[in-house]
């Protein structure tokens, strides 16, 4: 799976948007808040994600319900190394 490949937009103050859509059973928009040009261009750092659900709610990945939500923070964590660590921060930092 190819992540960030349907879709790309830049708003005006630089900030990228990137859209996925899984054959239509899962839509992910993922947020670059300060473009692409800067770094560090990593997941939970300055790239979040969120997820659109059946029933049109937005969720910000890592919520109960979010494809990457994991009880033990395996999305979100210092010392995990899924390749995918980083992608369920986005609830976290919100919560702060």
Same mark, same amino acid.
């Given at each position: 799976? /190819? #992540? #960030?490949?349907d879709g &790309? #937009?830049?708003? *005006?103050?630089? /900030? %990228? +948007?990137?859209?996925? $859509?899984? *054959?239509?059973?899962? +839509? !992910?928009?993922?947020?670059? +808040? ?6 560090? $261009?990593? %997941? ?5 994600m969120f &997820?659109? @659900? ?6 910000? !990945? ?13 999305? =979100?964590?210092? @010392?995990? /190394?899924?390749? !995918?660590?980083?992608?369920? =921060? /986005?609830?976290?930092?919100? &919560?702060?």
């Amino acid at each position: 799976m /190819t #992540f #960030f490949d349907d879709g &790309q #937009f830049v708003l *005006n103050d630089g /900030t %990228l +948007v990137l859209l996925q $859509n899984e *054959n239509g059973l899962r +839509v !992910m928009i993922s947020v670059d +808040v300060n473009g692409f040009g800067k770094g560090p $261009n990593r %997941l939970g750092r300055d790239l979040f994600m969120f &997820q659109l @659900t059946d029933d049109g709610e937005l969720l910000p !990945m890592g919520a109960k319900g979010s494809d990457y939500y994991s009880v033990n923070d395996s999305y =979100c964590s210092d @010392t995990s /190394t899924s390749n !995918m660590n980083g992608a369920g =921060c /986005t609830y976290k930092m919100l &919560q702060e």
